[in-house]
Every structure is written in C-alpha cells, then in structure tokens.
C-alpha cells in the first residue's frame, strides 16, 4: 500500500539541541516545519547530563543540560513548531521523502529542505578490541550516566574509566558523589580528551588518578567483571612490554569517542567526510544532496552544545531560505573548497559559496601548543588569522572569514602557522 | 610567597591562573594572573579561601513518568559539604508532577542554600498512557 506523503517545508529529524534550535530558526523565518524525534520526550542527550555548565555562550548563564534542552522546546513550540515525539524516520531520499513509524503507525512526509540533527553515538568495546572475556559490568559512559541519572540503577562500587572524555570525566564525579570508588582514569594519549576544567572539578577535586599514556590491555572475570590490566603505551601506540599492572575493579566505563549517526544520511546519497564522519557542507550547512542540511554531533562532534545550538540555528535558518526561496533560483551556487592545512585536524564546511560575504568556519588543531597562529589562506593569501594562547584537539576554534566584495577564489586553507 | 596554578571552572575556556600570596591567603594579599575576564579573579580567591561547587543529582519521583527528576543547589556550595548534601537528597521523595526550578530541599546540609528540580516530571496516568510497542 502506498500512503500519500505530506507536505511540508522543513523537517528537521532530531530533536536534541541542534535539531530543537534549527527547528525554531527555520519556523521564526516563515517556515512550516515538522521535527521529528525518536525518544517520547525531546532534549536529546541533554536530558541525562544533569550537571551544569551549559549555556553560558546560548544564555549567558549557567544551565544543566535539562534546563537548557528546556529552553530550546520552549523556543521551538512558541515558534509553532510541529513536533512528532516517539516517531523514527525509518528512510529518507535524495527527494527529501522521509518514511516515517511511530507505535502502530506509519507515515510519508515530503520536504523542501531536510535538517540532518540525529546526533552520534559511543564507540563500544567491540570498536576498541580490548582481548579478554565478556564479563558483566563494561558500560560506555553514557549508558552509565543514562542508568544513574535518569533510571536509579547503580552500575558498580569500583570502577575504572577507559578514556578522558568529558562525558566520561563527568561520570567520575558523578560516581563518586553516588559513593562508588573511581580507581582510575586511563588515557591513551599523553594529553587529556577532555575539557581542562573538567579535569580539575571531575578529578583532581576527588584525587582521582588519571593516566596518561596508557589503555586497557585486558579485561578480566566471568559473570562480572573482576579487573583490567592496564599498561603504559609508546609513540607508537603500543604496549610497552613490563609496565602492565592490574586495577581491580567491577565495573570499567567507556569514553572513548563520539561518530556522528549517518546511517540515514549515507541511505539518502549524502557524502560523508572521513576526518569528521560527518556530511561534507558548504557555508549554509547543505550537503550535497540538495535541500538536505546537516548541523550539531550528526555533522561533527561539538565539546560544547551550546555550540552545537548555534550551529543549528544557522543550519535552519539556510533550510528555511531554501524551502521557501532557494527552489525558484536552482540548486547550489558555485563553491570555493576549504580544506584543512597544516596543523589542522578537520574543517567544517568544507566549501563556501563564491559571492559569499562572510564564512564561519569552525575547525580543531591536531595537537596540543601553545602560542600558535590560526590562519585562512586563499590562494596563498592570508583572508583572516587569529592567535590560539592555547591550541587544544578538544577545543573546537571559530573563525569568520569576512570578504566585503564576496568571496572570490577557488580555494581556502585553514593552517597552523 | 606561595605560588599556585589553578584552571579556573567557570566556563568552558579553562584558563589557567597563576596565584600567588604572601601569609595567608585572603582577599587583599592574593594576586591573580592568567585570567581572560574579571570572575577569574573571583573564581582564585574563593577558590584559595572557601572553595565552592554545585552539587548536580536526581531525586527519586512517585507516580512521574521517569522514575527520577534531576536537581541541582540554587548556588555553589561548600566543596566539603558535598556528600553530606548527596547524602540527605537521597532521603527526599517528592510527588509527581515537578516543574523547572520547584524547590525539593530548603538548607541542604545546613548551608542554607535550597535544591531546585532541573527537569519537568509529569504525573504518569495509567500504564496505557503511552502506546504498547
């Protein structure tokens, strides 16, 4: 049976910071809008991060992420968005036709511009193949937060951290605060993942040892975990043989990288960039599927949602001028590329249009420095440059390239001097 | 003279101070640099003298939609009076439903400071409230 699709202007799918913001945005320019979210209540992942420290760019004050995700419904609904809670977009077209399920029914809805804002998911154990048995009490950190935050259930008494992420700094604290023992931290890489500030109140504020340097070599136990066996790692991240020692413990948490979740894109014919795992963008946010926008941790991981919310708007806003405008003028303008230079980790976008006025382009250094220049070049020539007092891989940097005759080269750089 | 490096957690930058103070540490004799904005200041001095955090956790709901609603300290409290804090949060049941900022606690861990909800818990009204998948 075929069921005949609706119309609408705008669907966004995803209704976490960066969905719930470009809702709001595209309904605030004039559009028709339709967000659609899997979970039964909106706020995405915000509502399980019940500690503060969001809001302060979005607001100008200090909100936990429920407050926050609060705020951003509020937004959307007095904008008059149309929200479809519980419902999962089971497919989408390069038409910008999504299929659409939700309990016991079934629904087509057609599109003039489509947000991507599903957001990303944990790495898991299966991605790190650490050897050993598959004991109980291995959790990726935002299960965990999930199970203590929102659902009351205790996941363990001691327990190691694989990864200095800042969800997973953020789980230290929040399981010592529900009198667990926080053994450890242990991070491959010689510098930590996450924020500097959370490192400080997560764990220095409890004496928490964090190991840099060094992974997770074994997990051990049978019905529940017992230990892991931790090991220091060289350059070239391997373990160095005599330095293993065991952490016992019942519980090992995971927080070792976010990927964006493109299943839906990659289906639609949306072209993904290995350096982010998100959708390659011009300067509106549009992938190269025409009408199909993309923004938060579905395009690339943000350390800050408040980030993510901003990227949103702007993302709605573009899909908003498609829907309603961009049709009549035919697909996409001619594009400059931008890519990522020297010292430079990934840039998004990764185009902007020629003619354009002003660029934001928000990218992430390789490694950490100090004292480092960021710069723009266009065919050689510096358009913008900004000193970085601390260039850190966990900290997103922004940059805005201003052309007052429009944008007119093949090509921009963003580079480490 | 004492010196000290501290990474101020006020927002997400991080800065790192350099404090320092001759005697004792107080207001008039600690010297802050390394701070990008003014609360930096504030954040050492506090953070030498009387160290101050917000406490973030959920309480349990009876009769919600969710088992629990997430709930914070008006204001930073003492750093020490934490778990005391924790401690007495787990003992408070509050009926559904709760709404943003409803007080739960008044004087949490005798700091005089109350707890407020974060998140809206609505009243569940019968299990066929929501669809059966």
């Known amino acids: 049976m075929t069921l005949r699709a609706r119309e609408t202007d705008v669907a966004v799918i995803g209704g976490g910071p960066a969905g719930l913001a470009a809702a709001a945005a595209a309904a605030d320019a004039g559009a028709r809008v339709v967000l659609i979210d899997r979970n039964p209540h909106l706020g995405g992942i915000l509502n399980q991060c019940i500690h503060d420290g969001f809001g302060l760019h979005a607001f100008g004050e200090v909100l936990t992420g429920p407050e926050f995700a609060a705020r951003y419904v509020d937004r959307a609904r007095e904008a008059g968005v149309e929200v479809h809670s519980d419902t999962l977009v089971a497919e989408l077209t390069p038409e910008r036709e999504l299929v659409c399920t939700s309990p016991g029914s079934r629904s087509r809805l057609r599109a003039s511009s489509v947000v991507l804002a599903m957001g990303c998911r944990e790495r898991t154990r299966g991605m790190l193949r650490i050897p050993g048995p598959r004991p109980a009490g291995v959790y990726t950190a935002g299960t965990a937060q999930w199970l203590t935050n929102m659902e009351n259930i205790r996941v363990g008494r001691r327990v190691v951290i694989l990864g200095s992420g800042d969800i997973g700094l953020i789980m230290a604290r929040r399981l010592t605060w529900e009198g667990a023992e926080v053994a450890a931290v242990v991070e491959l890489l010689p510098y930590p993942s996450g924020l500097p500030r959370n490192i400080t109140q997560c764990l220095e504020d409890y004496g928490i040892p964090l190991h840099l340097g060094h992974s997770v070599t074994c997990i051990r136990g049978r019905d529940r975990l017992d230990g892991v066996t931790v090991s220091r790692f060289g350059e070239d991240r391997r373990p160095i043989p005599g330095t293993a020692f065991d952490i016992p413990c019942d519980t090992l948490l995971l927080s070792v990288g976010l990927i964006p979740e493109n299943e839906l894109s990659r289906r639609a014919g949306v072209q993904l960039d290995t350096s982010t795992s998100g959708a390659f963008v011009d300067d509106r946010y549009m992938t190269n599927v025409p009408g199909v926008f993309s923004c938060g941790n579905v395009l690339h991981i943000h350390d800050l949602a408040d980030w993510a919310a901003e990227e949103g708007e702007r993302a709605g806003r573009a899909a908003a001028s498609h829907a309603l405008e961009g049709l009549a003028t035919g697909g996409r303008s001619t594009l400059a590329t931008i890519t990522a230079g020297e010292g430079i980790r990934y840039v998004v976008p990764q185009a902007a249009s020629k003619g354009a006025k002003e660029v934001l382009i928000s990218f992430r250094v390789g490694a950490p420095d100090q004292d480092r220049t960021a710069e723009v070049l266009a065919d050689g020539r510096a358009l913008a440059s900004e000193t970085l007092r601390r260039a850190h891989p966990a900290e997103m940097v922004q940059m805005t390239v201003r052309c007052a005759d429009g944008l007119n080269v093949d090509r921009l750089e963003v580079r480490l001097q | ?133």
């Open chain 2, 1 to 133: 003279m004492t010196r000290k490096k501290l990474t101020c957690i006020l927002c997400p930058n991080g800065c790192e101070l350099e404090v320092s103070h001759s005697g004792e540490p107080t207001p008039e004799t600690i010297v802050v640099e390394g701070h990008t904005c003014p609360r930096g200041i504030d954040y050492a001095i506090e953070e030498l003298t009387a160290p101050k955090r917000t406490l973030t956790t959920s309480i349990l709901v009876s009769g919600g939609t969710q088992p629990q609603a997430s709930v914070k300290t008006a204001c930073p409290i003492p750093r020490e009076a934490l778990f005391a804090a924790r401690g007495e949060l787990r003992r408070v049941v509050v009926d559904a439903p709760v709404a943003i900022g409803e007080v739960v606690a008044t004087d949490i861990a005798g700091t005089g400071v109350d707890v407020v909800v974060t998140r809206a818990v609505g009243r569940r009204l019968n299990d066929t409230s929501r669809p059966e998948r």
